[in-house]
């Protein structure tokens, strides 16, 4: 299938709480799956960038999301269900608002429940950047952006500053 439009920062879709998938099997949900991945792919390949996409990204408003770093495929309905104590600060950038890096602190490690694509009950235990990357994308279907999580508004940057900071130090904004 061709990649679908990502949708943008403003956009009221991205701030909706997603509803849960209820047919797993359904061709509807397999089409999401599919869109994603392609969608993903395709950004990655003009971008150079991009671990992971959710469904309202797409316009869809179902908990789906689709990741290919360290773990490949899709987690329907997620839910973290553990988060470590210990936590670390980065610079997160999101397809939505692909010209923007905005610094979060998130858990370095989380457990998340899901169905796979098969509607198989798993778990999934995630540590640094897997973690941090599943915490971005289960945000998306609760409607939180990256942007909802900044530190403060100084750690709101354009990503060509953000790009010209750290080639000549570590950035302490």
Not at 129 to 147: F, K, P, Y
Request: proline share 5%.
């Amino acid at each position: 299938m061709p990649a679908k439009e990502i949708l943008l920062l403003g956009n009221p879709i991205l701030r909706e709480k997603c509803s849960p998938v209820k047919n797993v099997s359904d061709d509807r949900i397999k089409d999401v799956v599919t869109d994603l991945r392609d969608t993903l792919a395709e950004f990655r390949q003009h971008r150079g960038f991009g671990r992971g996409i959710a469904a309202p990204q797409i316009g869809v408003t179902q908990r789906v999301i689709y990741i290919d770093f360290e773990y490949t495929g899709p987690l329907i309905n997620p839910k973290i269900t553990q988060r470590s104590k210990k936590k670390f600060k980065l610079w997160d950038d999101c397809f939505s608002f692909p010209d923007i890096v905005v610094q979060v602190i998130r858990n370095y490690g989380i457990t998340v429940s899901f169905k796979d694509e098969s509607g198989k009950a798993r778990q999934l235990k995630a540590e640094d950047g897997l973690s941090e990357l599943l915490q971005h994308e289960i945000d998306h279907v609760d409607g939180i952006l990256a942007i909802d999580r900044a530190i403060n508004l100084r750690h709101i940057i354009l990503r060509s500053e953000y790009e010209k900071l750290s080639s000549k130090s570590p950035i302490m904004l």
